[in-house]
């Protein structure tokens, strides 16, 4: 089933000098390894294609759940240079998330049509500093 990465992970974007430096983080292991293999340099080139003119480079960051793409000559000089409106590619990060993948059915978090919060110390559940439950006996 083809879906935006925005129901699967997070993404954070910036300017390293004349190329964006764009995050994109899992919400689980499961995603992590479909959009490790579905969301490739090539295809991040592609969905950037208006706006990189470079080459993208892909790394894998796997203890955090993360692939980090350097899309290089992306920003029209970057930062003072640019006459860009988005000289320091902020808006990259959500750009990517609009790119749709293939992911089993399975994997695909249907909370209400919303992507279900993670457990754990920003989430929701069950020792949750948002639930209120720390765990305190």
Do not use: W
């Not at 790394?59 to 003072?80: I, M």
């Not at 609009?98 to 978090?109: G, K, S």
């Amino acid at each position: 089933m083809r879906v935006p990465l925005h129901r699967l992970a997070h993404a954070r974007s910036g300017d390293k000098g004349d190329a964006s430096n764009v995050g994109l983080i899992a919400d689980s292991p499961a995603l992590y390894e479909v959009i490790r293999r579905e969301v490739t340099a090539e295809r991040v080139k592609a969905h950037f294609r208006q706006v990189c003119r470079g080459e993208v480079e892909r790394f894998e960051v796997p203890n955090l759940l993360a692939l980090n793409f350097l899309l290089h000559d992306s920003l029209g000089g970057g930062g003072t240079l640019s006459l860009k409106t988005d000289a320091q590619g902020k808006t990259h990060g959500q750009g990517l998330l609009t790119m749709e993948i293939e992911v089993p059915a399975e994997l695909i978090p249907t909370e209400h049509g919303v992507r279900v919060p993670r457990t754990g110390m920003f989430g929701r559940g069950p020792g949750s500093a948002a639930s209120g439950d720390r765990g305190e006996t």
